[in-house]
T-cell receptor, first 112, second 112 residues
Framework: AQRVTQPEKLLSVFKGAPVELKCNYS??????LFWYVQYSRQRLQLLLR??SRESIKGFTADLNKGETSFHLKKPFAQEEDSAMYYC??????????????FGTGTQLKVEL | EAQVTQNPRYLITVTGKKLTVTCSQN?????MSWYRQDPGLGLRQIYY???????DKGDVPEGYKVSRKEKRNFPLILESPSPNQTSLYFC???????????FGQGTRLTVV
């Protein structure tokens, strides 16, 4: 079955340190992958998607089909990066149509 | 303003008392879905809808119903709520599943 795995429930880093949030997926077709972020008391919002290949708030994510990974990275963590991060996979269903499925999320805590 | 609106934001109810959580979007999106967010389990999809009168089960549909009579509305119905349905619920919409999903503010439901 298609799934998204985020192995870390909590990741704690110091301000200025590099950040890497891991995401692995299982899907035999061509995946559409996303990172969503949920700041405290706010709704989930899109951070970035692999197809756009852009950097948002200093974050980047590269799709590695060989390792089936889509890790989120930032070279220098900022305090305002503290949030819950979800990796998501959009895939085509056998009978037609698409579905979006999320990982379990990683809580990033940036300490001073 | 383009948005997804859920009501109510907070709800405390008793076991067995039918309730409906409304979800409305003003972006003319075709794809809508409901998720529940539980600690350690992330976002799990309850039901989704590809378009009007087209709904399908997600990963955790038991105990829930939905309807999609109009494009903009996608209510979540709990016919006989039970305490294990205590959770934070999110509605989301997107043009199609592999584009950006817009989320509602969330509904915190407590069933006693």
């Amino acid at each position: 079955a298609q799934r998204v795995t985020q192995p870390e429930k909590l990741l704690s880093v110091f301000k200025g340190a590099p950040v890497e949030l891991k995401c692995n997926y299982s899907y035999s077709g061509s995946p559409e992958l996303f990172w969503y972020v949920q700041y405290s008391r706010q709704r989930l919002q899109l951070l970035l998607r692999h197809i756009s290949r852009e950097s948002i708030k200093g974050f980047t994510a590269d799709l590695n089909k060989g390792e089936t990974s889509f890790h989120l990275k930032k070279p220098f963590a900022q305090e305002e990066d503290s949030a819950m991060y979800y990796c998501a996979l959009s895939y085509i269903l056998t009978g037609g149509g698409n579905k979006l499925t999320f990982g379990t999320g990683t809580q990033l805590k940036v300490e001073l | 303003e383009a948005q997804v609106t859920q009501n109510p934001r907070y709800l405390i109810t008793v076991t067995g008392k039918k309730l409906t959580v409304t979800c409305s979007q003003n972006m003319n999106h075709e794809y809508m879905s409901w998720y529940r967010q539980d600690p350690g389990l992330g976002l799990r999809q309850i039901y989704y809808s590809m378009n009007v009168e087209a709904t399908d089960k997600g990963d955790v549909p038991e105990g829930y119903k939905v309807s999609r009579k109009e494009k903009r509305n996608f209510p979540l119905i709990l016919e006989s709520p039970s305490p294990n349905q205590t959770s934070l619920y999110f509605c989301a919409s997107s043009l199609v599943p592999n584009t950006e999903a817009f989320f509602g503010q969330g509904t915190r439901l407590t069933v006693v």
